[in-house]
Structure formats: C-alpha cells, structure tokens
C-alpha cells in the first residue's frame, strides 16, 4: 500500500482473504443458479451472463477486519512502532470491475413477492454464504467478471463474483454460484460466528454491511526516512456510503487541521488520493489524516470507538491513526488517536 500511487490496485497485488483457499474453477463448466422466491429458478452459463449489457465501476473492497493490527498494543501498552500502512489499513483494494447488474439477473429469474433477502452462495471448499437486504440488489449490486480490463484473477473469485460496492469484504462472495431469494436472513456462520462485533453492552451489532469512512497517509510512513524541506504528505480515505468529500490533515499532533487536495476524479465508494504540501522543520512531530463523507460522517478517533463499541471490536475499526517524525527522519507508527 505504501509503495502504490494513484488509486488503482494492480490485480495481482490486490489483498487476498480466503476461508478455504482458492479453489480451480473451469469456467466452461461454471454456472450461477438463481433460486427460491422467483418465477423462474434459472441456471446461467458464464456466457450467458456476458450476453447482458455490462457495465464498468471503480470501487474498493475492503475486509471488516482491515485494522484490527492498529488496534492491538506490545507489551508496554502501545502499538508497534514498526508496523507499515499495508499492516495496518492494506486489507483495501481497489479495482475497476466490469459485470452486469444484479437486478438484471435477478429480473430474468423473476422476483417475486415478499422477496426481502438473498443469499450468495461461493463455489470454494466452505460454500461461504452471506446474507444480503433486496434493497442492494436493485441498488448497485453487481457481478462481474472482469476487474482492471482482465479476467478475475483466481484469488479474486474467478470466474464469477459478487461486488456489493462499499459493502464489508466478506459480502463480496467470490467463485459465485447460487442465489437464493427469501424472506428473512439464513443466519450463516459467516453471518453468526464471525463479522460480527462484539458491544459493550453485551450484545453483537450484526449485519454491519457499510464500511465507514477511513484515510490513512501512505507516505511518509513508516519505513521511510524523510529529510526536512518541502515535500508532499500523500494517502488513501474512502467510504463505503458515497463520496469522499473532504480530507484534513494535521502535521502537528491534531492541534491544527488544514484541508487536504483530493485528486480528481472523486468517485463513489473508491479509493480516492489526497495530497498536502507540508515544509517539515527538522523537528518531532505526528502526522496524522481525518475522512470526512458526503453523508457527513467523520472518521472518528480511537476513544469515539472505544466509546461507541467497547474495546471487544475486532471489525469496522476505522481510527484515526498518526505517524511519528523523529529528528533524524525516521517514521514510526504512532497508533490510533
Ligand atoms: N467464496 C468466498 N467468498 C469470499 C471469501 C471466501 O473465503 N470465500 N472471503 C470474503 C472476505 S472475508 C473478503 S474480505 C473478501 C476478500 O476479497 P479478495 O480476496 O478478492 O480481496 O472476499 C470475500 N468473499
Ligand atoms: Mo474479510
């Protein structure tokens, strides 16, 4: 993540979560079965569904539990020090996606009344399933096929997946090959056991599909050395609920803030690059990036997490973190704030 520009994520650098490994697909052989609360239950060839009008987006994808090593502390109660931007935030990857709407599918199959919920069933060793609301499926809901103009790349779910644009990573169900429509949730253990967050209160939030909006400054971070002068602070913020609308960054430990530039252009639910010009003294200082989205949500601090959550949430962990400039140029991690 720290060695990337721009906002794209090369393919075969794209982050890789699997729950039974990746299985070999011939995708002569795949099909996609559509299911349960429709007219017509229909069985699609990979050809088939290339027959339909595609459509092209850019969008991320990101595991729930992108920085949950952020979260933890050494030892001596505090984070480590040499832990880099891919450590911390680098289960996000970004890809231009090419497939055909959900809802086109979903209306050659025939939804019925009463339909509420889908589940999306992969083709790997665990069937892994998740439970997804219709209103996402006449949303934005695609498959695709296709990710940065060539086929998915294995590891990404080829030959068919589902991408629920700023949706948490594991609703993303790769080597796709069931929907089945119903009234309610399955209640899956993906659902269940894991990508759930454990509360305060003693109670689970589950179904937390929407990542919140997070930025991470990929340079200068750790393990760059950087001498004084001018140079630029640049990073990463998204949102799962639209567009990036604003980035701030402060250079002197979150005393002051200053408006960042976003590179154009912004797009919804995509990595989007921020840049600031910043003329470094010599001196120790902290670094550190705040996402602002068009839903006004604001990337939220450690104790606003700890606060909202209690301490037992290993998913949607979304902090604002900083990087400590030391007076030789070295930069370390500096935690969440
Ligand atoms: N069939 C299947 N789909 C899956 C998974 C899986 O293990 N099996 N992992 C999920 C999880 S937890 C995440 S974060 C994303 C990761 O997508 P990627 O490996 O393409 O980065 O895929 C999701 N889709
Ligand atoms: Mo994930």
Redesign the pocket.
């Known amino acids: 993540m720290q060695d990337f520009t721009g906002t794209i994520t090369p393919a075969d650098l ?7 490994g990746v299985p070999a697909i011939d995708p002569a052989k795949h099909t996609l079965l559509v299911h349960g609360r429709v007219d017509r239950p229909t069985v699609f060839s990979l050809a088939d569904i290339k027959r339909f009008p595609q459509v092209t987006r850019t969008h991320f ?6 920085g949950v090593l952020g979260w933890g502390t050494n030892e001596f109660g505090k984070p480590n020090p040499a832990l880099t931007p891919q450590q911390i935030a680098g ?1 996000t ?1 970004n890809s231009e996606w090419t497939g055909v709407p959900l809802r086109v599918l979903l209306a050659e199959a025939g939804v019925r009344r009463g339909a509420a919920w889908f589940l999306a ?4 060793a ?5 439970s997804i609301p219709m209103e996402k499926a006449r949303d934005d809901a695609l498959v695709v096929w296709a990710q940065n103009g060539e086929p998915l ?1 294995p ?3 080829f030959p068919l ?2 991408l629920l644009p700023g949706w ?9 090959r069931r929907i089945e429509l119903g009234t309610q949730p399955w209640m899956t253990r ?1 659902e269940t056991a894991t ?1 759930t967050d454990p509360l305060a209160n003693g109670t689970a939030r589950q179904f937390a599909f929407e990542m919140d909006a997070r930025s991470i400054i990929t340079s200068p971070s750790h393990p760059q050395t950087i001498e004084r002068g001018w140079r630029q602070i640049s990073g990463l913020a998204w949102t799962g609920r639209g567009k990036i609308t604003r980035v701030d960054v402060s250079t002197d430990g979150g005393r002051t803030w200053v408006t960042a530039v976003l590179q154009d252009p912004v797009l919804s639910k995509a990595h989007t690059r921020f840049t600031h010009m910043w003329e470094w003294d010599g001196r120790e200082t902290i670094i550190m990036s705040r996402a602002v989205d068009e839903t006004g949500y604001v990337q939220p601090t450690r104790a606003q997490l700890i606060e909202a959550r209690g301490i037992g949430t290993l998913y949607h962990y979304n902090p604002i973190y900083g990087w400590r400039v030391m007076p030789n140029g070295r930069v370390f991690f500096y935690g969440a704030t």
């Open positions: 794209h982050f890789e979560v699997h729950h039974a994808i990101e595991c729930a539990g992108n289960l990857s069933e992969g083709g790997d665990c069937l892994m399933a998740r790349r590891e990404q779910g997946r589902l948490e990573g594991s609703t993303n169900v790769k080597w796709l993906w990508y």
